[in-house]
């Protein structure tokens, strides 16, 4: 029971610092000042680049930031310049991780569990539209932690990866930064911000849960 307890106290926990992203991220610019970028960068980093960890905020912490910047807490540019870095080196640690795991589980008698045919299959896969899922998996929360692990444990071509991984990096922390410092101080999103980080939340899942359901329809047919 206690075990039990003290889960629903860590769910609350973090349902209200999703909810008021806003207030924790801004209570973080006023106690710790200038280091708040580093802190910045080891969550996107974090986030992106450590399996274990794919449920820290990415996209609502991005707007937030922008928005914050907007009302001068940081320096906009410079945030955004940060965590395109931390993206990328989260992603980049994250694949290598996969592909050295990857050989260690496909190695003889340590394959028990791994076929070696899903794996040539998923190499083949990310071969073929890699780029284009590595992309799309920086909006995703939980597939963007996993999808440069994937690439990594399918031995994906380093070269493509790393194009992609940068093109996607940039895109994704460009658009969702500045999207936050041109229109998160508008008066209704100001006010409803917590609510506003937990749409994006949701709206970013959305392709996941569609292609979710998707699979299950084409298991049917």
Not at 11 to 22: A, E, Q, R, S
Not at 25 to 45: K, M, P, R, S
Not at 168 to 197: C, E, K, M
């Amino acid at each position: 029971m206690e075990i039990f307890g003290g889960l629903i106290d860590l769910v609350v926990t973090l349902f209200d610092y999703f909810l008021h992203l806003d207030r924790h991220l801004a209570e973080l610019v006023q106690e710790y000042g200038n280091w708040i970028y580093l802190i910045l960068f080891t969550i996107i980093f974090i986030e992106t680049g450590v399996i274990v960890w794919p449920f820290l905020p990415g996209d609502s912490l991005l707007f937030i930031a922008g928005t914050l910047a907007a009302l001068g807490g940081m320096n906009v540019h410079l945030v955004v310049m940060l965590l395109i870095l931390a993206a990328i080196l989260g992603d980049t640690v994250n694949y290598w991780v996969g592909r050295y795991l990857g050989k260690r589980w496909l190695a003889p008698g340590n394959n028990r569990f791994i076929k070696r045919e899903y794996i040539d299959r998923t190499h083949a896969f990310y071969e073929r539209y890699g780029g284009f899922a590595i992309i799309v998996a920086r909006f995703v929360p939980i597939v963007r932690t996993y999808a440069p692990f994937v690439a990594g444990v399918s031995e994906m071509t380093y070269r493509k990866f790393a194009f992609f991984n940068v093109c996607g990096a940039v895109i994704w922390v460009t658009s969702v930064t500045y999207l936050g410092y041109f229109f998160g101080n508008v008066p209704w999103i100001r006010q409803n911000q917590g609510l506003v980080a937990l749409g994006i939340i949701a709206v970013s899942l959305l392709p996941a849960v569609w292609g979710y359901f998707k699979a299950r329809g084409d298991k049917k047919l």
